[in-house]
């Protein structure tokens, strides 16, 4: 019987410290996957390969592709948006954005016609679980082999996290391991100085969370911070607005404001979707982050709980709070 050690690997320092836990020991048949969403920053992609020459240690990259479920997509559209009376405009619209980009975010949005959520948060699941699961774990078992999947998860990140066992079995002869579940942020650092590795160039640039950029939970500190540093991201965002609002039926699709947004004049549920687009679009978002308060509620991201991306797998990196690299080492 064989046993496989995977780590999943995110770029951010906390999945950075259990992979080198696992290096530090000697772990055999070790292997780090990155799931790439499509929607992180180059400076993580860059970290990466820095990564794997520092260690060693070869990072597969996996990625969702979402082809198959775009094109039955565009036959629901074809078939059933025309027999529900949505105007010809909408549905043409609709089936010329319709198309792969190749960008894992991106399609999977085109695909739904709208952004995830923090009550519909489908993202972690079809960007990073379930690549992860079917092109890594899975052709692994059922060879009776054994296999440890090494989650860099830490319990005082959230509620989700603190009551999780270092190890369990998920059964067919697959572990969860949680090697850093007891430490705090210094010691995820120290880990990184003590072999020699310098952490995510971002935990530098006044970003307390890496994965993707923005994150559907993000704060209002982290969306100003991104704005301030990384102007192209919220390009880029508005870009992918344009694309998804074709791809929706409702013709709005914005990156936060899901239905549960509040505006001054009411819920934007009763809104029309020219109205939502106007008011509740990432460059109104980034302009209300500037604000003490006032404006649009995006409830989405006013809720200080940094709690929201807390899988317990830790696929996405939930805590965010700039981090003084220097001195956390
Ligand atoms: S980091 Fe945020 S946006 Fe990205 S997959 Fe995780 S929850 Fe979704």
């Not at 979402?66 to 909408?90: L, M």
């Not at 690549?131 to 899975?138: G, K, N, W, Y």
């Not at 007891?182 to 307390?208: C, T």
Request: hydrophobic share 40%; net charge neutral; with cysteine.
């Amino acid at each position: 019987m064989t046993t496989h050690n995977i780590v999943s690997v995110s770029g951010g320092k906390d999945s950075t410290a259990t992979l080198l836990v696992a290096i530090a020991l000697e772990t055999p048949n070790l292997q780090a996957v990155f799931a790439d969403t499509g929607n992180e920053h180059d400076q993580t992609y860059q970290y990466l390969e820095y990564l794997e020459q520092a260690t060693g240690v070869t990072i597969t990259r996996v990625r969702a592709d979402f082809s198959r479920q775009i094109a039955g997509k565009r036959k629901f559209i074809e078939t059933k948006w025309r027999e529900q009376g949505i105007e010809d405009a909408v549905v043409l619209a609709a089936l010329d954005v319709l198309q792969p980009t190749g960008n894992p975010f991106l399609d999977l949005c085109l695909w739904k016609g709208r952004f995830p959520s923090r009550k519909a948060q489908f993202c972690t699941m079809e960007l990073k679980r379930d690549p992860m699961l079917e092109q890594v774990i899975m052709p692994l078992m059922g060879n009776g082999d054994m296999l440890i999947s090494w989650q860099g998860v830490r319990a005082d990140e959230s509620l989700n996290r603190r009551y999780l066992p270092e190890c369990d079995e998920v059964g067919g002869g697959l572990f969860n391991y949680r090697p850093i579940l007891k430490w705090d942020i210094p010691a995820v650092f120290e880990a990184h100085r003590y072999m020699g590795i310098r952490p995510n160039p971002l935990y530098s640039q006044d970003m307390g969370r890496v994965g993707c950029m923005p994150c559907i939970n993000c704060r209002k500190e982290e969306l100003r911070a991104i704005d301030l540093r990384f102007p192209e991201v919220i390009d880029r965002i508005d870009r992918w607005e344009r694309l998804v609002k074709q791809a929706s039926k409702r013709g709005a699709a914005t990156f936060f404001a899901g239905s549960n947004a509040k505006h001054p004049n009411g819920s934007i549920a009763k809104m029309t979707a020219l109205e939502v687009m106007e008011i509740a679009n990432i460059r109104q978002a980034v302009e209300w982050s500037k604000t003490a308060r006032g404006g649009i509620q995006y409830d989405l991201m006013i809720a200080t709980d940094a709690t929201a991306c807390s899988s317990a797998y830790g696929l996405c990196e939930s805590s965010w709070e700039p981090v003084n690299v220097a001195e956390a080492a």
